[in-house]
């Protein structure tokens, strides 16, 4: 048996998160085949997962981080001088910890960890059940790291960590419904209070607790007894639980034992999630059910709800959200609103998508928003009488791009795209989630970024694995994938129109402006906080004060090497005068040179420069 940590540290959250993402990938389509509420759209297990992932990310990032302080750096006494000494590339380091000179510790401190691992979830959650998975981590990673004398790493810490996390979640709901994921977890906490022993003991008490609670959740909501499932919410804590089993134990719970279907039947491997999925879709809109409302006072899911799902990060005073709360409580259902310390994730379901993203606004600033219509084949919105099937296209394009204004400019050149905001990048499951929503035989990926190469390369590995036809190109910047998706045709044979994208790509430098964070080290000398920085293929070729003069700097060494187009495309904190002025520049100084000008929206950079 493989050794297994003996007390709560950072060690044994990253093994959990990186076995309850195993689980979830395992139980997915599961998953997904019984959600029927609170909207029988299929996407619980994916949500679930895609919030899982991201915790895990950050969980990572953290021993990465810790790792190269302790391997390949000396430790400092003073940050100011650890600051000064950092070697980057110009956009990323390890920041100092100011901790005193000696020997780095064994691994990040528990607090960092838990930490980082509820800021992940909260940052990625998607959907209802990931909102509220979010807060449950948030709720566990509030007792584990308490500054306090009592020791929260033995079984007795793990189990107020679990009840703190089932109360917070039962409070970010505006209004808790009895028999969903929120039950499942009150019952892994009563369960795990009650127990007595080492944290493998209290993850196993609080894991049967919530199994069992799970096949009574049909008994609870009417919804899932008419469909003949268990909640699909509650079934993936089910799995997460099972994962904190075998992080103590070193061994996996049963997945036999686990409910699906009411009755305890059980669809297991190899089972037909399609046939699954009909059932389902029978139950909640079938002809025989009457409108009405559940035994729990909801909408029977034969009547219309609200035809958009709403989510966005919020940074807002609590006071704000207080207000908010209200007002997206008279607009919609399924609200839920998570967090604390000045950023939130705000998810509702509402018929008016803009008055809900304008509630952001007025409590404070909204981003990452993400709406989702409940189209015509969704159960939500319709009877089972309208339920047409959509055919797949022959090829479609998904791209990453960095800001609002260039997903306009990719949308409109029938990209599917997602958006990546500066510091959050997408997750695997995120890409994998809009080549299912290209819905084509054939996907070309545009990364757009040469730090999403591993994570683009397994999105598409997992597109590949469901029989869509993936080809990634290599691209490093959004001005190499507008080259690309200037030269795409879907009428022409795959390869050869992933050659010419390819080609057209790699004919195109790129280069960003931006400001500088902190005093670095870079390959143009030693910038101070607050230098403008002009980065050629990643490298920091230019150091300024004034952003106009450091673009132009750029853009001249770009040319030196020859170029037909030039491509700028603004941030929502550039000059006004500055695309005008580099086109003069052009204009004056290089003949047969043309220049085309976007705006980007909040991409990161001040500016993006493409040379074809």
Known sequence: MPQVPQRLDASAVRAWCGLALRALGRAREEIDAINVYPVADGDTGTNLYLTVESAAAAVEAVFAGHAALAGGREVFEDRAAFDGRELLDGRETVAGQGVSSGRAPEGPALADAVHAMAHGALIGARGNSGTILAQLLRGMAQVLAADSDATHTDGQGLGLALRRAADAARQAVVHPVEGTVLTVASAAADAASGAEGDCGAVARAAYEGARAALAATPGQLAVLERAGVVDAGGRGLVAV??????????????????????GHARVGAGSDATGLHARVDDAVTGPHEEVGECADGTPAPDEAGPAFEVIYLLEAEDAAVTRLRDRLDALGDSLVVVGGDGLWNVHVHVDDA???????????????????????????????GSRPVRERVERAVVAVVPGEGLAGLYTEAGATTVLARPGEPPASGELVEAVRRAHAREVVLLPNDAELRHTAAAAAEQARAEGV?????????AVQGIAALAVHEPGRRFDEDVVAMTSAAGATRYAEVEVAERQSWTMAGICQAGDILGL???DVAVIGSDITATAEAVLNRMLAAGGEMVTLVLGDEAPDTIAAHLEARVRESYLAVDTVVYRGGRQGALLLIGVE
């Open 241 to 262: 639980l099972g994962a904190l089993v075998e992080t103590f134990t070193g061994e996996a719970p049963a997945a036999s034992a686990v409910p699906v279907l009411a």
């Open 354 to 384: 803009g008055a809900a993203v304008e509630a952001g606004v007025e409590a404070g600033r909204p981003y990452r928003i993400r709406i989702t219509h409940f189209g015509l084949d969704d159960a939500h919105t319709t009877g089972a």
């Open 469 to 477: 036809r993936v080809a990634l190109i290599p691209t490093r910047s």
């Open 536 to 538: 050629i293929e990643g």
